[in-house]
């Protein structure tokens, strides 16, 4: 099970940080991913990282804005998203596969209900 958290309203060129809750997985062969989706256009992945390793894997429209974590501890995923814009305004899901880093969503087998990021004056 993947629940997201930390949505809602920000203005632009704020920030807010995303939580992905998991449980039921052996997180160690597993990679959990970001991605969002505007109604009406195509899913866009956004970040993944690998528990294993840490390794990490950004699109190249939030690279250097947005920073992908993980806590062992908490299983839990985070993604900090910093300078939003208006660009950014979607539900963000976050997703988990037996993969490599990787956006793209056909690798992961398990998804959340998504949380509503609205960057807005």
């Known amino acids: 099970q993947l629940v997201e958290s930390g949505g809602g309203l920000v203005q632009p060129g704020g920030s807010l940080r995303l939580s992905c809750a998991v449980s039921?997985?052996?997180?160690?062969?597993?990679?959990i991913g970001w991605f969002r989706q505007v109604p009406g256009k195509e899913r866009e992945g956004v970040s993944s990282i690998k528990f294993s390793d840490d390794s990490t894997y950004y699109s190249s429209s939030v690279k250097g804005r947005f920073t992908i974590s993980r806590d062992n501890a908490r299983r839990t995923v985070y993604l900090q998203m910093n300078s939003l814009s208006s660009e950014d305004t979607a539900i963000y899901s976050c997703?988990?596969?037996?993969?490599?880093?990787?956006?793209?969503?056909?690798?992961?087998?398990?998804w959340g209900q998504g949380t509503q990021v609205t960057v807005s004056s």
């Open positions: 039921g997985f052996n997180l160690d062969y597993y990679t």
């Open positions: 997703a988990a596969g037996v993969t490599i880093p990787t956006l793209r969503a056909g690798r992961y087998d398990y």
